[in-house]
C-alpha cells in the first residue's frame, strides 16, 4: 500500500480517531475508547515507517516527496493548496512525533485510569497528533500554521483538562494568549513571505531564495524581518524570553500532556520551523544572531530559576524551557542538524523524566512538592532508575543521549561558523546549573528519609501501561545520541549525514559542511592536534561535562551529604533566592507593565467609550431613527382599504405619465 | 364598407378602465369594488382584442381567456372572503372593516 | 357615417352609460346590472372586431357564470343600498380626481399610440371572423403551457373559496 | 317598394322574424294546451274539455284571462327590475329560436335566396348556450326584486340550480361537437347525413355514438328549464310558486311562455345535436315518404272533418270545420311539388321536437320532485363527472377509432 502517495493518511488516522472519540466515545467502555485512540496513533506509527520505508527507495537524486491533494484556497495569486511533503527532517519529527504519542497514549491509558472525561482526554491527544503531523507534513507555510495553531488549540484544551479547577483553566488561557502574541508575528512574517515572494509554498520559496545573496550582518534585511517574525512565533511556542511565561504553568494539565505537548513535540515546533526555514534564516546572519542569543539566554535563565523551584514538574518545566533555548542556540549558530538531533533525544529523555514524575506524583497519590518526598528509590525502583537514566542524559553524562547532542550545540556554538564566546559561556553555565537542578530533583525525591508521613500515602509502583513506557524511553534515551558517535572521533556523524541532503540543498555554502567544521572547530577549540583518540579524550573531558560532573557533587553535597545547608544557604543569599524562587517576577513585571494596562484600556475606553457610546450609540440612534420615521409614517396605514387603493392608484398615475409623457413610449 | 380605427377601441378601453378605477375608489361596497376590477379586467380584454385585430395574430385572444379565467378564479375566491366578512362582521361597507391598521 | 360606425359608437356609449350607472347606482343589483350590460356591448364588440367566439366566451363566463355568481352573492347577503361613508378623506380628494387624470391620460395615449394607426382588422384583410379552429390551435399548441397552468389556478381557486365559504362548526 | 328591392337582406330576415314569432307564440300557446291534455290522460282525466272542441280554445281563453287580470306591484319592490325580469326572460327565451335551423331547403324570397333559420351564425351552439345562461337573470332578479320571501328563496334556487346544471349541459354537448368538428348547426346536420356501415339501417345520428351525452343533455335541460322534476324554483309545496310568486296577469304569462319557449329551445337544441335534426330516419330510396307529410295533415283533416260531424256542437263544430279547412288545404300544399322539398325537412324537425316535448311532458306526469340537496348532488356528483367521462371517452374515440367514420 503506497502510503507515500497518500501521505494524508497518516494524518486522517488520528483525526478518524479524535472523531470517534470526541464525537461518540462518551458512552464507549475505556477499552473500546483506548483500542480506537491508541490504534489509531500505532496505525499512523506504522504507517510513517511504511511511508519512511518508500522514501527510501526513492532515486537517489530526489531529496524530498512532495503531493498535493487538493487546492484549499485561491484569492487572485493568493494560492493555498492542501499539499504534503515528506523528506528527511520530516521524517526525524514523524518519528518522534507518532513514537512518542504511542508511548503516551499507552502511559495515558494507566495515568488517566480514574479520571472523569476519559474519551475526552484520548479524543483530544489524537487531534494534537493530528494537528502535530499536519505541522510536520505542510508543505506550505499556512498549512503549517494551521498545525500550529491547532496544536496550541489542543495544548489549550489540555492544559485546561480539569476545567473544574480554576488554576488549570487560567493556565489554559495563559498559554493561549501568551502563544497568540508570539503568533501574531507569526502571521504578519506568513505574510511578508508572500509579500516578498508571492508564494507560501516551501519549493518555491526556497528556490527563490537560494540565488539570492546572504544579507550583511550590519543591517536588516527583507529576509531578517521575515525571520524575526517568524522566530517571534517560534518565542511563544517554544516558551523563549519573554513569552516563556505560560510553560512553567501549562504543568497543571496532565502529567502525560507535559510530557508530550509541553516536553516532546509541540513546544520543539518552533525548533523544527527554524529549521525547516533555514534556508532563509542562514542568509539573515542578524536573525541568526538574535535567535542564537535568545536561545542561549534563554538557557541559562530558565536554568537559574529551575534551580530553586520545590514543585517537581515545575524543575522540568523550567529545563525544557533552558533544553529549548539549547535547541535554539544550536540553530541560531547554524547547527540545525545539532539543534534537530538535540530536539530529538529531549524528546526522548524530557518525555521520560515526565512520564516519571507523572509515575512518582501517581506513587505518592498526587503529590507534587519535592519536599514532601524522599527515599522513594526502594518503593518504586522502575521509575526511580529509569528517572536516573533521563537525568544522565539530561545532564550530559558521556554515553547517554543529552551528552551527544548538547554537545555538538555548545561545540557549534564555541566554534560553529556564527560562533561566539558569550553564547558558549552561558550554554556551558546552563549546562552546569542543569546538572544540578536535575540531580537535586533525583535526591530530593529518591533519596533520604521519607518527608511524608507513611501511613497516609501507601506509596506503589505504577502499573504496567506507564512503566513499560517508561523503560522504552529509558533505552531510547541510552542509545538515542549514539549516531553521532563518530562525531566524537572528528567524522561526520549519522545523523548530520541523514539530514545533511535537508539543509544542503537551499543552505548558503558556508553552512554546508558542517559536520567536519565543526570536528575542526573542536580540534581547534581543544588547541590540540586532532587524532581520533585525542578527540575523544577531549569531548569526554570537555568543559560541558565537567561542569556536569560538577553539578552532580554540589547537589549531591547539598541534598544527601548536608540536607540542611540548601536553608543556610537560602538564609544568607535571601534576596537572590527569593528572586529565583519568584521567578525573577516577571509574572508581576507583566501583569504591571501589560496586562493592567491593557485591561485598564479595554474596560473604559473599548468598553465604556467605545463600545457604549460609539457603537451602541450609533445602533440604538439608528433604531430611534427608523422608530420615529415609522410611528410617522405608520399613519398611512389607515386600515381604510379605499386609502390604498388611492395610493395604488397614484402610483399607476405616476407610472403612466412617465410612460406616455416622460419616456414618450407606446408613442 | 369602411371599418372602424383600432384607436376607437383603445380609447374606449382606456375610458373604461379609467371608469373601472374610478369606480375602485369610490365604491364602498366589497362586492361592487369586486365588479369595479372586473370592469378593468374587461376593458384590458378590449385591448388585447383591438391589438389582436390589428396585427391579425390571435395571441391576443389567447389572452384574453386567460384573462378571463384569472377573472373568475379571482371572483370565486373574492365572493367567498366577502361571505366570510359578512358573517364575521355584519357590514359590507369596505371603511367599516378597518381592523388592519396602526 | 356608416354602419359598422353607427354601430361602435352606439355600443361604445352603452359601455360607458353602462360603466357610469356602476359607479353612480347605489343598489349593488344595479351595479351588477350595469356591468352586464357593459359586458354585452363589449361582447357585442367583439362580434364587430371579428371575434366572436370570444364573444360568446365573454357572454357565458362572464355574464353568465361570474355575474350570475355576483348575483347570487347579493341576493344571498341581501346587500342593501351602499352606505357613502367618507372616513377616507385621501379618496375623497385624492383618488377620485387622479383616476380620472389617468382615464384622460390613458385615453390620450392610446389615441396618439402607434396602435392607433393600425387598421381595425388585420393586415388590411376584409372583415373575417376569426376560425374557431385556429384559435383553439393556437390556445392548445403554442399556450399549452399556461393553459393547464391556468386549470391548475381554476381548481386552486376552488378549493380556496371552498375553504373560505365553509361554515365552521 | 324600391327600398324593399334595395335592403332586401334586411326585409327578407324581417319577414322571417315575424313569420317565426307568430309561429312560435302560437305553438308555445298550444304546447300549454298540449301539455295539459297529455298530463290529464295520464292521469286518466279529460283535461281540458269545454272551451271549443277538445278544448282546443282554451289557451285563447287563457291569455284574455291574464290580460284582464289585475297587474299588482308588491311594495318596496324595485319597480324597474320587477317588470324587467319578465321581458328579460322571454326575449331571451325566444331570441335562441332565432338560431334554429328548420331545414336544408333555400327559398327565394324577392329574389333574395335565403334558408330556413333567421341568424346562420358561425358558432350558432355557442350563442344559444350564451343566451340561456343569460337567461337566468329573468329569475334571479325577478325573485330579488318582488321584495319577499319565497320569491327571494325561489330565486337563489333556481340560480344556483341553474349555474350548476349548465355546466353538465355544456359538457354533455362537447362530446358531439367533438364528433361534428364544428360549432354550426347547419354544418351538424349535414355531418349526420347517412348510415353506419356495419349497421346500415341505423342512420349516422349522434344519438347513438352519444347516448350517455344524450342523457345527461336532456336531464340536465329539464333542470335547466326547472321542469319537473327539478321545478325547485317554483316548488308549490314549499315556496307557494317560487320566484314568480308575487308576479300576475301578463307578467306572469311572460314568465310562464319563457319556461316553455325554453322547452322548444332544448327539445330544439337536442333534435339538431343528437336526432339529426331535419333527417329523415329512413333511406333516400323510399321516395314515397316525401308525400308522408301531405298524407298526415289530410288524414288530420279527415279525422276532424268526421269529429265535426259526429261528435262537436256548436261553436266547436265552426271551428273544427275552419281548422279542417285549414288543414286540408295545408296537405294539398304538400303535394305541390314546388313545396314538397322545401316541406320534407320542418316535417322530420318538428315530428322529432315533438316527440321530445311529449317526452317532458310525460316525465312531468310521472315523476316525483326532486328535494333540494338529491338535485344538487345528482347535478354535481353524477352528471358533471358522467358528462366529463363521456368527454373523455369521445375525445379516445376519435383518436383511435375502432372503425371509419364514413362509413
Known amino acids: 500500500m503506497p502510503i507515500l502517495e497518500h501521505l494524508w493518511i497518516i494524518l486522517a488516522l488520528p483525526l478518524a480517531g479524535a472523531a470517534l472519540n470526541g464525537l461518540l466515545g462518551k458512552n464507549w467502555s475505556k477499552t473500546i475508547v483506548n483500542s480506537i485512540g491508541i490504534g489509531s496513533v500505532s496505525l499512523a506509527f506504522l504507517s510513517v515507517l511504511e511511508a519512511i520505508r518508500e522514501f527510501s527507495l526513492l532515486p537517489a537524486g530526489q531529496l524530498s516527496f512532495f503531493k498535493n491533494y ?59 497528533v493530528f494537528f502535530m503531523l499536519t505541522l510536520v507534513l505542510a508543505a506550505n507555510i499556512v498549512l ?142 542578524i536573525a541568526m544572531f538574535v535567535v542564537a542569543a535568545v536561545g542561549a539566554i534563554t538557557a541559562f535563565y530558565a536554568a537559574t530559576i529551575g534551580l530553586v523551584q520545590t514543585d517537581i514538574k515545575k524543575v522540568l518545566a523550567y529545563s525544557t524551557v533552558s533544553q529549548l533555548g539549547y535547541m535554539f542556540l544550536g540553530c ?112 530530593l525525591t529518591f533519596f533520604g528519609r521519607p518527608r511524608f508521613d507513611e501511613r497516609k500515602v501507601h506509596v506503589h509502583e505504577s502499573p504496567r501501561s506507564m512503566t513499560v513506557p517508561l523503560m522504552i524511553l529509558a533505552l531510547l534515551s541510552v542509545v538515542g545520541g549514539w549516531f553521532a558517535a563518530p562525531h566524537l572521533l572528528g567524522k561526520t556523524d549519522y545523523f548530520e549525514a541523514f539530514l545533511h541532503p535537508v539543509f544542503a540543498t537551499y543552505g548558503v555554502p558556508a553552512g554546508i559542511e558542517q559536520g567536519t567544521s565543526l570536528a575542526g572547530a573542536a580540534g581547534e577549540a581543544g588547541g590540540i592536534s586532532s587524532s581520533p583518540a585525542m578527540e575523544l579524550f577531549h569531548a569526554l573531558t570537555g568543559p560541558p561535562v565537567v561542569l556536569a560532573i560538577i553539578g552532580l557533587l554540589v547537589a549531591w553535597w547539598f541534598y544527601i551529604r548536608k540536607p540542611d545547608a540548601p536553608k543556610k544557604l537560602a538564609e544568607r543569599a535571601h534576596g537572590l533566592y527569593k528572586l529565583l524562587l519568584d521567578k525573577y517576577y516577571v509574572d508581576e513585571i507583566y501583569a504591571a507593565l501589560i496586562i493592567r494596562p491593557f485591561l485598564w484600556i479595554s474596560t473604559n475606553v473599548l468598553w465604556h467609550m467605545v463600545d457604549e457610546r460609539v457603537i451602541d450609540g450609533t445602533v440604538n440612534g439608528v433604531a430611534r431613527v427608523a422608530r420615529e420615521v415609522g410611528g410617522q409614517a405608520r399613519e398611512i396605514q389607515s386600515g381604510n382599504a379605499r386609502s390604498y387603493a388611492t395610493w395604488v392608484v397614484i402610483g399607476a398615475v405616476g407610472f403612466t405619465v412617465l410612460m406616455l409623457g416622460v419616456w414618450g413610449m407606446v408613442r | 364598407m369602411s371599418v372602424v380605427p383600432v384607436s376607437y377601441y383603445l380609447v374606449l378601453s382606456a375610458i373604461l378602465f379609467g371608469l373601472g378605477v374610478v369606480a375602485f375608489v369610490f365604491k364602498r361596497n366589497i362586492i361592487t369594488i369586486l365588479m369595479a376590477i372586473e370592469l378593468m379586467l374587461n376593458a384590458v380584454n378590449l385591448a388585447f382584442v383591438a391589438f389582436a385585430r390589428a396585427w391579425a395574430q390571435l395571441d391576443g385572444l389567447v389572452f384574453v381567456f ?25 357590514t359590507l361597507n369596505i371603511e367599516r372593516v378597518n381592523l388592519l391598521k396602526f | 357615417m356608416t354602419l359598422p360606425f353607427i354601430l361602435f359608437f352606439v355600443l361604445a356609449l352603452t359601455a360607458i352609460g353602462g360603466a357610469l350607472l356602476l359607479i353612480l347606482a347605489r343598489e349593488p343589483i344595479h351595479s351588477a346590472l350595469s356591468l352586464i350590460l357593459v359586458m354585452m356591448s363589449l361582447a357585442g364588440l367583439y362580434l364587430m372586431l371579428g371575434a366572436e367566439f370570444v364573444a360568446a366566451v365573454q357572454i357565458i363566463v362572464y355574464a353568465g357564470a361570474i355575474m350570475v355568481l355576483f348575483v347570487f352573492v347579493i341576493m344571498l347577503l341581501n346587500a342593501g343600498v351602499e352606505e357613502r361613508t367618507e372616513y377616507s378623506k385621501i379618496a375623497k380628494y385624492v383618488g377620485i380626481p387622479l383616476g380620472l387624470l389617468l382615464l384622460l391620460d390613458l385615453a390620450h395615449g392610446m389615441a ?51 375553504v373560505l365559504a365553509k361554515r365552521d362548526e | 317598394m324600391e327600398f324593399v328591392t334595395q335592403h332586401a337582406v334586411l326585409v327578407v330576415s324581417l319577414v322571417k322574424i315575424v313569420i317565426l314569432l307568430f309561429l312560435t307564440l302560437t305553438t308555445l300557446a298550444y304546447l300549454t294546451w298540449f301539455e295539459r291534455k297529455v298530463v290529464a290522460h295520464i292521469q286518466s282525466r279529460w283535461g281540458p274539455y269545454y ?115 349548465e355546466v353538465a349541459l355544456t359538457l354533455s354537448v362537447v362530446g358531439v361537437v367533438l364528433l361534428a368538428g364544428t360549432l354550426n348547426f347547419n354544418e351538424m346536420v349535414s355531418d349526420q347525413v347517412g348510415y353506419y356501415r356495419y349497421f346500415p339501417f341505423i342512420p349516422r345520428w349522434h344519438l347513438f355514438p352519444q347516448i350517455i351525452g344524450f342523457l345527461c343533455y336532456f336531464t340536465s335541460a329539464i333542470a335547466e328549464t326547472n321542469r319537473v322534476p327539478f321545478d325547485l324554483p317554483e316548488a308549490e309545496t314549499e315556496l307557494v310558486a317560487g320566484f314568480h310568486t308575487e ?94 322539398p322545401i316541406i320534407q325537412g320542418p316535417f322530420w324537425f318538428l315530428l322529432k321536437v315533438g316527440g321530445l316535448l311529449f317526452f317532458y311532458v310525460w316525465t312531468r306526469g310521472t315523476l316525483p320532485r326532486f328535494r333540494y340537496d338529491q338535485l344538487m348532488s345528482l347535478g354535481w356528483k353524477l352528471l358533471l363527472p358522467v358528462s366529463l367521462a363521456n368527454l373523455v371517452g369521445t375525445a379516445l374515440w376519435i383518436i383511435f377509432p375502432l372503425f371509419v367514420k364514413h362509413g
Open chain 1, 70 to 128: 487538493f487546492n484549499w484556497m485561491s484569492a487572485g495569486s493568493f494560492k493555498v493548496d492542501f499539499a504534503l511533503q515528506m523528506d528527511h527532517l520530516t521524517i526525524v519529527m514523524l518519528l518522534v512525533v507518532t513514537f512518542v504519542s504511542l508511548l503516551v497514549h499507552i502511559y495515558s491509558t494507566g495515568y488517566m485510569a480514574h479520571e472523569e472525561g476519559y474519551y475526552r482526554f484520548f479524543a483530544y491527544l489524537n487531534l494534537f
Open chain 3, 112 to 162: 396618439h399610440s402607434l396602435m392607433g394607426r393600425a387598421p381595425a382588422n388585420g393586415a388590411g384583410s376584409a372583415n373575417v371572423m376569426v376560425s374557431t379552429r385556429d384559435l383553439s390551435l393556437q390556445l392548445f399548441q403554442k399556450y399549452l403551457f399556461p393553459f393547464e397552468a391556468t386549470s391548475i389556478l381554476i381548481l386552486i381557486a376552488i378549493l380556496g373559496a371552498l
Open chain 4, 247 to 340: 308576479y300576475s296577469s301578463f307578467k306572469f304569462a311572460m314568465f310562464f311562455m319563457a319556461e316553455y319557449a325554453n322547452m322548444l329551445t332544448v327539445s330544439f337544441l337536442a333534435t339538431i345535436l343528437f336526432l339529426g335534426g331535419w333527417l329523415s330516419p329512413f333511406p333516400e330510396s323510399w321516395t314515397f315518404l316525401q308525400y308522408l307529410p301531405a298524407v298526415v295533415l289530410l288524414g288530420l283533416g279527415v279525422y276532424l272533418a268526421y269529429d265535426a260531424v259526429m261528435g262537436a256542437t256548436g261553436i266547436g263544430r265552426i271551428q273544427l270545420i275552419v281548422i279542417t279547412c285549414g288543414a286540408l288545404v295545408l296537405g294539398v300544399l304538400c303535394l305541390l311539388p314546388a313545396v314538397i
Open chain 1, 332 to 443: 541560531g549558530v547554524g547547527a540545525y542538524a545539532a539543534g534537530i538531533f538535540h530536539l530529538m533525544t529531549h524528546a526522548f529523555f524530557k518525555g521520560l523524566l515526565f512520564l516519571a514524575a507523572g509515575s512518582v506524583i501517581h506513587a505518592m497519590g498526587g503529590e507534587q512538592d519535592m519536599r514532601n518526598m524522599g527515599g522513594l528509590r526502594k518503593q518504586i525502583p522502575v521509575t526511580y532508575w529509569t528517572m536516573f537514566i533521563a537525568t544522565l542524559a539530561i545532564a550530559g553524562i558521556p554515553g547517554f543521549a543529552g551528552f551527544f547532542s548538547k554537545d555538538e550545540i555548545l561545540d557549534a556554538a564555541g566554534s560553529g561558523p556564527n560562533a561566539h564566546i558569550a553564547l558558549w559561556l552561558l550554554g556551558l553555565a546552563g549546562a552546569g546549573l542543569t546538572s544540578f537542578y536535575m540531580f537535586r530533583l533525583i535526591f
Open chain 2, 66 to 90: 386567460f384573462v378571463i379565467v384569472v377573472a373568475a378564479a379571482e371572483a370565486a375566491v373574492g365572493l367567498a372572503i366577502v361571505i366570510r366578512i359578512y358573517q364575521n362582521r355584519q
Open chain 1, 144 to 285: 503549517m500554521f494551521v498545525g500550529w495553531e491547532g496544536v496550541g488549540l489542543c495544548s489549550y484544551l489540555l492544559i485546561g483538562f480539569w476545567f473544574l479547577k480554576q488554576s488549570a483553566i487560567n493556565a489554559g488561557k495563559k498559554a493561549f494568549l501568551t502563544t497568540r502574541i508570539g503568533d501574531f508575528g507569526f502571521t504578519v512574517g506568513i505574510l511578508l513571505l508572500f509579500w516578498t515572494f508571492s508564494s507560501v509554498d516551501f519549493g518555491t520559496v526556497f528556490a527563490k531564495v537560494a540565488n539570492m545573496p546572504a544579507e550583511s550582518a550590519t543591517q536588516a534585511g527583507v529576509l531578517t524581518w521575515i525571520c524575526l517574525l517568524l522566530f517571534a512565533g517560534a518565542i511563544g511556542k517554544s516558551a523563549q524570553l519573554p513569552l516563556y511565561v505560560w510553560l512553567p504553568d501549562a504543568m497543571e494539565g496532565p502529567t502525560p500532556v507535559s510530557a508530550l505537548i509541553h516536553a516532546a513535540t509541540m513546544v520543539t515546533a518552533g525548533v523544527y520551523m527554524v529549521a525547516r526555514m533555514q534556508a532563509l534564516f542562514s542568509r539573515a546572519p
Open chain 4, 51 to 165: 272551451v271549443g272542441a277538445h278544448g282546443l280554445l282554451q289557451p285563447l281563453a287563457d291569455g284574455l284571462k291574464f290580460l284582464f287580470k289585475e297587474d299588482v306591484t308588491p311594495p318596496g319592490a324595485d319597480k324597474f327590475l320587477y317588470i324587467f325580469a319578465p321581458f328579460l326572460a322571454l326575449s331571451l327565451a325566444l331570441t335562441t329560436i332565432a338560431l334554429i335551423p328548420f331545414g336544408p331547403a333555400t327559398i327565394t324570397i324577392l329574389g333574395q335566396p335565403t334558408q330556413l333559420i333567421v341568424a346562420d351564425v358561425n358558432i350558432g351552439l355557442m350563442f344559444v348556450f350564451a343566451i340561456t345562461s343569460i337567461g337566468v337573470y329573468g329569475v334571479a332578479l325577478a325573485g330579488w326584486s318582488s321584495n319577499s320571501k319565497y320569491p327571494l328563496l325561489g330565486g337563489l334556487r333556481s340560480s344556483a340550480q341553474m349555474i350548476s346544471y
